[in-house]
């Protein structure tokens, strides 16, 4: 079959007849989305044509988003139209061959792709004037006027020429997640840098462990006879086959002990034993255990003087001060403070004796995993938790062995570890054009790669952005302190939020910590720019929105990677729609204005960049000796495609890798792709010494502390200590020596949540309805405030306000409330309150460490609402420039207005 064939272009510039007319609006979600009846092209892909016109085709694409499972995603194209989902069905579903099977999210993504709120033109600010001018305080709520692409374009480019001419460079800034080819080539921007997902986990896992804190591969995990999770809530956080895999540890015998503020799904279905703690008080939990285990002699001595340096006065690293030992510290020796269960349990909230038992168990059980996610680590001083948890984990000897591990594991501990079965193709065949501005992080950008003694590194951290722009300086990292002032900060103008990207963007402003100070900061700067698929939230505070494609509209399509046994590939399954165009279109055009070549930014084609990932894309011989090319391309595949390429051999076809959509290695128990991390340091650590100055595991690491320091946001000890946390259970109280409760004295931890991955999927109808962004609370708590499940209630913290229904449950520990992180927020500018729960406009801006966001430090308030009730958000409107029904030739746009208004409350 062709590739003609299997990308149709029979539906070439269709004019709508009432027959398509209804067909698509239903698809897209009524008429608002074709309001006008509008021409478009719509060239929808075939797989099979002879199916074309029957029963349709089942066509693999793109599960594209960041929740860590990027599962199989079909959809079945009939008579031109996408009618259904559904997911993996390429083999039988077996527990060592398991299905790649999506989650609502994923099954939700056409009403996401062909949504009535698809942003479908280039717009501007009905109020935005260029040069500067213009009401900028309508951000956020102006109406929209909708504009042709060359004046989108002109406009952009003439205000990134006018602020570099006129302020310079560094008065481009380039928010959270944001890295513009374009801006990098025009002589860079102000960036920005820290981690989100991983919390503070980055430097201490490489400083202590030397990056050996891997996981051993997923079927080892069932020779283990307990596994702790820290942390983890896979069926949550990580759709897919995360649980699954735990599940069948369990039936091989393991034990289930689950540490978290919350008795969630993923406990629920498998803990024996849950253990509660208060949230930023892990730390204060783990030393606990390591007290009792130490005065009883519990702890694996001859793995640690034999692996690990620090742990005693006897076995610490060259020119460290003997004093700085981790059992000293415990044991209180220099500071008169043992850190008993019965201090950590006044800090932590678990019993003392839970402590005590936990810490036995951890430590007779071999072999045993322990484990722990991200989300206790983003918290303030969040690299105390990190130090703690190895600490303790090394304790217990369980490095190296079958069955065990001492383990951080990104993305909720997803139960995946040992090697990269198969690789995706990353070699797209670009140029990489690093920032001039912030060299130190790369072509990327800054998640978690800023190198602070790098010089010239123009960036501050995420939770510094909103502060530069409103306050005129950030902190200098080690690299700048020669150009900082007295107060260790540099000066900035920031004059420009570029929010354009090779992808479609991100959603800087919903995503940051301390939105409302966000939304003063985005009203003052001159100009705003943003794209995306809808008008997500920074599109909605910005001056100028341009649409952007989905991978489902990329030529060709592309790779997505999710677990290391398997790649996932998603065909194009329709061509751009409207006048939404590909955000590298979008840089290539802005780079003739710039007067820059846009070959040099981009040289080659999206289909050819795609195949050249099908070239570079590798899996591990069967024999586990090495890898090989993962798909066989032949020279008739290269003229059917129309690239540049050359013929290899591979282990499985193109033909056979866009049909299916998926190539998994097939594992059974005992294969040659087994394996346990960290086992070859174990058996031998003098020839196999890890990435650490020693060669071993460094629980004191005065590598940590300089790197720590040189960000300049806060310090850390070179071994695990518990230091008070801002916004942590003591913020919680007035006094709390006194145990005196404060204006704030409840702890809100932000969970990922079935209805998301972060933001996206938050404007899909059907994902609000089945898991409404509901505030969860103890029993206690609730009646000490007269709150029943179903009020609505107010929450308040020292940066904001949400107005949310509660659901009242004990899952939650007392003292504590829960809110799925990434709604999008919906702010009353009359009440100051936000009525979509946005977790961000509660959490305050607290710069930490490497510049990890420590959203599980903040303290709020509860109380019930007495005013109008807040109407579920399911039926809240589409948030979406409508064209004015009253006169469809109007070029004037409107956001409806939300159907909460702030007089009804």
């Not at 008993?340 to 810490?359: K, L, Q, V, Y």
């Not at 518990?722 to 007035?734: M, S």
């Not at 996206?760 to 009646?783: H, S, W, Y």
Request: aromatic residues 10%.
């Amino acid at each position: 079959m062709s590739e003609q064939s299997f990308l149709s272009k029979t539906l070439t510039d269709t004019v709508l007849t009432r027959r398509s007319f209804l067909k698509w609006s239903a698809a897209l979600g009524g008429t608002a989305a074709l309001a006008g009846g509008l021409k478009f092209g719509l060239k929808v892909a075939e797989a099979a044509a002879e199916n074309y016109a029957g029963e349709g085709a089942w066509v693999p694409v793109s599960c594209w988003h960041n929740c860590g499972g990027r599962c199989l995603n079909t959809v079945l194209v009939k008579d031109g139209v996408i009618v259904r989902q559904k997911t993996d069905d390429t083999h039988p579903d077996t527990p060592d061959f398991p299905q790649q099977r999506g989650c609502a999210r994923g099954r939700s993504q056409r009403h996401q792709v062909f949504g009535a709120d698809r942003l479908k033109y280039p717009m501007k600010r009905a109020h935005f004037e260029p040069n500067g001018g213009g009401d900028k305080s309508l951000r956020g709520k102006d109406e929209w006027v909708r504009i042709s692409w060359d004046e989108a374009l002109d406009l952009v480019a003439g205000e990134i020429k006018r602020i570099k001419e006129n302020y310079g460079n560094k008065s481009i800034f380039l928010p959270w997640f944001v890295t513009s080819t374009l801006i990098n080539a025009y002589g860079g921007g102000t960036g920005s840098y820290g981690v989100s997902s991983d919390g503070a986990w980055l430097h201490p896992q490489s400083f202590m462990a030397g990056g050996m804190v891997g996981a051993n591969d997923r079927m080892d995990y069932r020779n283990s006879k307990l596994i702790v999770l820290w942390g983890s809530n896979p069926i949550w956080s990580s759709g897919g086959n995360p649980t699954y895999n735990y599940l069948q540890a369990k039936k091989a015998g393991a034990k289930f002990i689950f540490v978290d503020p919350f008795y969630h799904d993923s406990a629920q279905a498998l803990a024996d034993e849950w253990i509660p703690v208060r949230p930023s008080t892990d730390t204060a939990l783990l030393l606990g255990m390591a007290y009792h285990m130490i005065t009883n002699n519990l702890q694996d001595q001859n793995f640690l003087d034999t692996y690990t340096l620090g742990f005693d006065a006897d076995h610490m690293p060259e020119g460290a001060n003997r004093r700085e030992n981790f059992k000293d510290y415990v044991l209180g020796t220099y500071d008169d403070t043992p850190k008993t269960p019965e201090w950590a349990s006044e800090i932590c909230g678990t019993p003392a004796d839970t402590i005590r038992s936990f810490a036995v168990e951890i430590a007779t059980t071999k072999p045993m995993i322990f484990q722990s996610a991200s989300s206790a680590a983003r918290t303030s001083l969040g690299q105390q938790m990190a130090q703690a948890f190895l600490t303790v984990g090394w304790m217990t000897g369980n490095v190296g062995i079958s069955g065990g591990g001492v383990v951080h594991n990104y993305h909720s501990g997803a139960s995946y570890g040992g090697s990269t079965l198969v690789m995706q193709g990353y070699n797209t065949g670009l140029p990489s054009i690093t920032n001039p501005l912030f060299p130190g992080a790369g072509p990327w950008g800054g998640y978690g790669f800023a190198s602070p003694e790098t010089p010239g590194n123009y960036a501050m951290a995420f939770e510094q952005e909103y502060d530069a722009i409103l306050n005129g300086e950030y902190t200098a990292m080690d690299g700048l302190k020669s150009e900082a002032n007295e107060n260790g900060k540099i000066s900035c103008d920031l004059r420009m939020i570029y929010n354009l990207r090779s992808s479609s963007g991100g959603n800087t402003l919903n995503q940051t910590a301390g939105i409302t100070k966000g939304i003063e900061a985005f009203r003052k700067v001159e100009f705003v720019v943003s794209s995306d698929i809808v008008l997500s939230t920074v599109c909605k505070y910005s001056d100028v929105v341009l649409p952007a494609t989905t991978p489902w509209e990329e030529e060709l399509g592309g790779f997505q990677s999710g677990n290391p046994e398997m790649v996932l590939w998603g065909n194009q399954i329709t061509e751009p729609l409207y006048e939404i165009k590909d955000p590298q279109w979008i840089e290539r055009e802005l780079a003739k204005r710039l007067d820059l070549n846009p070959d040099d930014l981009y040289p080659i084609s999206r289909k050819q960049q795609a195949f050249n990932t099908l070239a570079s894309a590798m899996v591990m011989k069967r024999d586990a000796s090495g890898y090989e090319p993962l798909v066989k391309i032949t020279a008739d595949d290269i003229a059917a495609l129309g690239v540049e390429g050359t013929p290899q051999n591979g282990r499985i076809t193109w033909e056979e890798l866009r049909t299916k959509g998926v190539y998994q290695v097939e594992r059974k128990a005992g294969d040659k792709f087994s394996s346990v991390s960290g086992k070859a340091f174990r058996d031998d650590p003098v020839a196999n010494p890890l990435g650490t100055p020693s060669g071993k595991l460094e629980i004191h690491s005065a590598g940590l502390s300089a790197k720590i320091a040189a960000y300049g946001l806060t310090t850390c000890p070179p071994i695990a200590q518990y230091r008070r946390p801002t916004e942590g259970v003591e913020d919680t109280y007035a006094d709390w020596d006194k145990k005196i409760k404060g204006d704030y004295p409840l702890q809100m931890v932000t969970i990922h949540y079935g209805r998301r991955a972060h933001s996206v999927f938050d404007n899909i109808g059907q994902l609000r309805k089945a898991f409404p962004q509901e505030m969860m609370m103890n029993t206690l708590d609730a009646a000490a405030r007269g709150i029943q499940s179903g009020d609505n209630v107010l929450i308040a913290s020292r940066w904001g306000k949400v107005l949310r229904p509660a659901y009242v449950t004990d899952r939650v520990i007392p003292g504590v409330i829960m809110l799925g992180q990434g709604a999008w927020v919906q702010m009353d500018e009359e009440l100051g309150i936000d009525l979509a729960g946005a977790t961000n406009t509660l959490n305050g801006t607290h710069p930490q460490g490497q510049g990890e966001e420590p959203w599980n430090s903040c303290n709020v308030e509860v109380t019930k609402w007495t005013g109008a009730p807040l109407v579920n958000d399911y039926k809240w409107e589409h948030r979406v420039p409508v064209k004015d029904e009253t006169d469809l030739r109007s070029d004037e746009w409107h956001l409806e207005p939300n159907v909460i208004q702030a007089k009804e409350l």
